[in-house]
């Protein structure tokens, strides 16, 4: 069951699960802002090593277990960390904080639950 459509602020009836034209301008620069401030892939801790231990465990975790709930078979291409680890670097190597996920799982799924904890 899908949510029923909303009404803008512009005054557009926008589908729930989408933006209006109106306010993507304004996200994409909110977007810009954040993407400016934000350390780099390299200074959160993704650099040679942390590939090498990702590639380790994709080998032996491949599949989604998001994707094997809804009776799908899909290669995971992500390590997610459970509990964000927000730079602390215990829990960002803690192996039992991760968990194999798809990249369209980590990118809709995980994402939609750190922002509704």
Request: charged share 30%; with cysteine.
């Amino acid at each position: 069951m899908s949510l029923p459509p909303r009404i803008c602020s512009c005054g557009r009836v926008v589908p729930h699960d989408q933006i209006c034209e109106c306010r993507r301008p304004v996200t994409r620069e909110r977007n810009r802002r954040h993407d400016a401030r934000r350390p780099s892939a390299r200074a959160r801790g993704y650099n040679h090593e942390w590939r090498k231990a990702r590639l380790e465990y994709l080998a032996m975790h491949p599949h989604c277990p998001e994707c094997t709930k809804s009776g799908i078979t899909r290669l995971a291409t992500v390590v997610d960390h459970i509990i964000p680890h927000r730079g602390d670097r215990n829990l960002f190597w803690h192996r039992a904080n991760w968990q194999p996920l798809c990249a369209p799982c980590h990118n809709s799924i995980k994402q939609r639950q750190e922002r509704n904890p």
